[in-house]
């Protein structure tokens, strides 16, 4: 199993990111696919989940409205669309799939929210 981001970077207040997650190794349209984030010196907190169709999805409160969670099953490959973007997003944000009991991550990807 792999999962590898992209698509971080720095933007200013009110901007917009996409984060993309390539997945491999593992039937991708069998399984929901999440993204976290880690700001410094806090814990691990999920930000949005996908199931394993696209149909439905879940949002952290702080995210709600700004966010946005997709796939492509076809591409193998999970989506964040992040608008509206906070300093308080700035952290690095994670890939992360449950697959045959076990949690996978990807490398991470840092995103900075800062004028």
Known sequence: VQLVESGGGLVQPGGSLRLSCAA????????????????????????????SAGISTNYADSVKGR??????????TVYL???????????VYY????ISKYDYWGQGTQVTVSS
């Open 81 to 91: 669309q992040m608008n509206s973007l906070k300093p308080e997003d700035t952290a």
């Open 67 to 76: 966010f946005t969670i997709a796939r492509d099953n076809a591409k193998n």
């Open 24 to 51: 491999s190794g593992f039937t991708f349209s069998n399984y929901a696919m999440s993204w976290y984030r880690q700001a410094p010196g806090k814990g691990r907190e999920l930000v949005a989940r996908i199931n």
């Open 95 to 98: 890939c992360m799939g449950y």
